[in-house]
Every structure is written in structure tokens, then in C-alpha cells.
């Protein structure tokens, strides 16, 4: 059953904590991206990259960080710089991200609440 | 970045048409989309039209493209209860490395 899985589907973090987000895909796909969205917005990308060991910054990505150690594995930390984490995360996928006319697939997403 | 501009809101009846619009910031985004989210879900993909093209048909769904006023409509016949979700435009700028750029979304409702 191929696609993208993330996990958890709900994170609660206290203040000054670190928190790691899951994203694995088994669609054997090189680019991987991770937005945010929040009520009434559009999705704003925090980091993408287009192969492992290979990342580029996105729009907002102060007080994040991301790792891309295996091709099937993105994962985001937001770290406890970020001061206003609470916000849905949403992790895609695209075939090489060197094609304009290739899909990214999104998984289910992670709802990041703030205690 | 630039905004792809969206309205917010549409609320039909159940059979009618819906007509989503949507006006998109850089003429040399070769490839526009159209994906639908409902709640508390991910994104999926509903269609694509290439720049070249002026419009586009698939099943229920109809997609123009206005490439001089950079103007991209997604049109749904015979809309169905199950078709109430929240409906994004986006477009990949050339300076982007192929990420996409959204709209805020527009949250349709169907009504009975």
C-alpha cells in the first residue's frame, strides 16, 4: 500500500520543548516538502529537499530544522524557537522535484497544539 | 512570497454548478493546480493545466485558464454534497526549486 504516512496525528508540546514530526513515503520519490497551514491560510513551505542529504529553506523556515538522511524519511523538528508553533503540518512528496509537471502526493498531516 | 488570491467562501445548492476563481502571481508558472482538502485531512489532487493549454476537462471538474490576466477558474457540475471542502489553487514559480505556491483556500459548502 503505497504513500505518505505522518505521525503522530496529534502533538502536544510544552513551551521550550523540542518536537519531531514523522514524515515516510514509499512511493520511491526523490523530493520531499514540508508546509505549515493555519486557519484561513494557504500552505507556506517550511523546507524542501530535492535529494538526500539535501535541504533548502522554504518561506518560514525560523525555528525549524529537517534532516534528509534516507530517501524515505524527512522528518521536522520544531524547535523551541519557534513561537507560534500551533498550526497543522503537512508533508508532500514529488517524483524528482526537477519537473514542473510532476504531483506532490500530501500525507493525512499533524496537528501541533501547544500546552 | 507573492499571494495567489482566492475568495474565501461559496455556498451552492446541491446540482447547481460552482465556479472557484482563483488569480495567480507569476505568468511563467508553467503548470497550475487544483487540490481539495477536507477537514482534518491532507491534500489530494484534483487537476493540473498546463500553461499552454486554455482549458481543461475532466469528468465533472473544468478548468480555464487566462494566462494574459493570470486568471485560473475551477468549475464543478452537478455539485454534490461530497463535494463541501476546502479547494486551493497553486502554481510553481520558477524561483521556488518546484514548491508549490498556494491560495489561502476557498471552503465550499453545498447545501441539500
Redesign the interface.
Known amino acids: 500500500d503505497g504513500g505518505?504516512t505522518?505521525s503522530p496525528k496529534y502533538l502536544f508540546r510544552k513551551e521550550g520543548q523540542n518536537v519531531t514530526l514523522s514524515c515516510e513515503q514509499n512511493l520511491n520519490h526523490d523530493?520531499m516538502?514540508w508546509?505549515r497551514q493555519d486557519p484561513?491560510?494557504?500552505?507556506?513551505?517550511i523546507y524542501?529537499s530535492?535529494i538526500v542529504n539535501d535541504f533548502?529553506k522554504?518561506?518560514i523556515a525560523e525555528g525549524y530544522s529537517v534532516s534528509r538522511e534516507k530517501k524515505e524519511s524527512f522528518p521536522l523538528t520544531v524547535t523551541s524557537a519557534q513561537k507560534n508553533p500551533t498550526a497543522f503540518y503537512?508533508c508532500?512528496s514529488?517524483s524528482s522535484?526537477?519537473?514542473?509537471?510532476?504531483?506532490?502526493?500530501?500525507?493525512?498531516?499533524t496537528?501541533l497544539l501547544v500546552l | 512570497?507573492e499571494d495567489?488570491e482566492q475568495s474565501?467562501f461559496l455556498s451552492v445548492r446541491e446540482g447547481d454548478s460552482s465556479v472557484i476563481n482563483c488569480t495567480y502571481t507569476d505568468s511563467s508558472s508553467?503548470?497550475l493546480y487544483w487540490?481539495k482538502q477536507e477537514p482534518?485531512?491532507?491534500?489530494?489532487?484534483l487537476t493540473?493545466i498546463?500553461s499552454n493549454m486554455d482549458m481543461k476537462q475532466d469528468q465533472r471538474l473544468t478548468v480555464l485558464l487566462n494566462k494574459k490576466d493570470k486568471h485560473l477558474s475551477l468549475r464543478i457540475a452537478d455539485t454534490q454534497t461530497g463535494d463541501s471542502a476546502i479547494y486551493?489553487c497553486a502554481e510553481?514559480p520558477s524561483h521556488?526549486?518546484?514548491?508549490?505556491?498556494?491560495?489561502?483556500?476557498t471552503s465550499l459548502l453545498v447545501t441539500p
Open positions: 505518505i505522518q523530493a516538502y508546509y484561513g491560510q494557504g500552505l507556506r513551505l524542501y530535492q533548502q522554504g518561506d503537512l508532500a514529488s522535484g526537477t519537473a514542473l509537471q510532476e504531483t506532490q502526493y500530501f500525507g493525512p498531516g496537528r | 512570497g495567489v474565501l508553467t503548470y487540490y482534518g485531512a491532507g491534500l489530494q489532487l493540473y498546463f486551493f510553481i521556488s526549486g518546484y514548491a508549490l505556491n498556494f491560495g489561502k483556500g
